[in-house]
């Protein structure tokens, strides 16, 4: 069984900026996220008499919503760059009125197509390469603390999805996803 968590909201959540590989603090309400995720995996996963593997992306957001998760749930955190989000490039740190002020307007702004590519940034192919390298190799059970774009392409991989399908996943910070063969199934963190 796998346990995968997208990291609790950011302040560039809130703004809508691309963090990409950048990265900006949880906000209070990503710390009560994880809080809570920690509480609701904790009732799920039990007792352990070892703590549960947790892969998790090195980026700063993905590292203070483990340890919140952390706090309930004994973890042998793993740092695995290949979790790391779609670097975005150029891009990173900005909104999309600042991508179209100083790129243009002809700029497609929609990384969830999946020929998109920021400017200096990875493609998507690329990213799923990585993942799908890491996801070969993960063991069962784990807890998996991740981004958004990865998170959908965990799940697309563990229900052998298309490219475009995986890009159309639903993302939540209130929960998480568990992963059990092929299935996958949401579970809210009240």
Do not use: K
Not at 96 to 106: H, N, T
Not at 165 to 183: A, C, H, I, K, W
């Amino acid at each position: 069984m796998l346990y995968l968590v997208r990291h609790g909201q950011t302040l560039w959540n809130t703004e809508a900026r691309f963090q990409g590989q950048f990265d900006s603090p949880l906000t209070d309400l990503g710390r009560d996220q994880a809080t809570r995720i920690g509480r609701a995996l904790a009732a799920e996963i039990g007792a352990r008499v070892e703590p549960i593997r947790a892969y998790v992306s090195p980026l700063g957001r993905t590292r203070a919503t483990a340890e919140l998760i952390g706090r309930s749930l004994p973890m042998n955190v793993v740092e695995v760059p290949s979790l790391m989000e779609v670097h975005f490039g150029d891009w990173e740190g900005l909104t999309r009125d600042d991508i179209l002020s100083r790129f243009g307007s002809d700029q497609s702004i929609r990384p969830i197509d999946w020929q998109f590519q920021a400017p200096g940034g990875e493609t998507l192919d690329t990213v799923l390469a990585r993942v799908e390298t890491w996801y070969a190799t993960a063991e069962a059970p784990a807890v998996i603390v991740t981004h958004g774009i990865i998170s959908r392409l965990v799940r697309g991989l563990h229900a052998g999805l298309g490219h475009e399908e995986m890009l159309t996943l639903p993302v939540s910070q209130d929960g998480y996803f568990r992963l059990d063969g092929g299935n996958i199934e949401f579970v809210p963190a009240p």
